[in-house]
């Protein structure tokens, strides 16, 4: 038996890696993708290809963004939560990790640029620039 899990274990690929991605999301994501697999096991025991695209899809619901309402949500997101953020005048622009692009008016007196950095591979929200 011991072997079995040592098995289900190397079957595990990393987590997908996006800046800043806590280690516990990191973990989180292994767990549910061990999880879904175990189940997809028994329900596609013939197809290991399938077995894996429904534990990726399974651990990958980790990664959704709920709907932003608003600007302050929008500024609110972990940096992990975010692959582009920018002002551009007076709206902010923002895709998440899960593909979602918002738009949102900067309230009077606010400069996000001022107080957020950007990078091509995420948003450090709340990181202070220098």
Do not use: C
């Amino acid at each position: 038996m011991e072997g079995e899990g040592q098995a289900v274990r190397s079957e595990i690929p990393m987590a997908p890696q996006f800046p800043g991605l806590p280690e516990s999301k990191q973990r989180e994501w292994r767990e549910l993708y061990a999880k879904a697999l175990k189940q997809a096991k028994i329900d596609h025991p013939e197809d290991g290809m399938e077995q894996r695209a429904v534990a990726t899809r399974e651990a990958n619901r980790i990664f959704r963004v709920d709907e932003l309402r608003n600007y302050r949500e929008a500024m609110a997101l972990e940096s992990w939560q975010v692959l582009h953020l920018q002002q551009m005048g007076d709206q902010l622009k923002v895709v998440t990790i899960d593909g979602k692009k918002y738009s949102f008016d900067v309230p009077r007196g606010v400069d996000a640029s001022a107080k957020y950095t950007v990078s091509g591979k995420g948003a450090a929200i709340g990181a202070k620039k220098e």
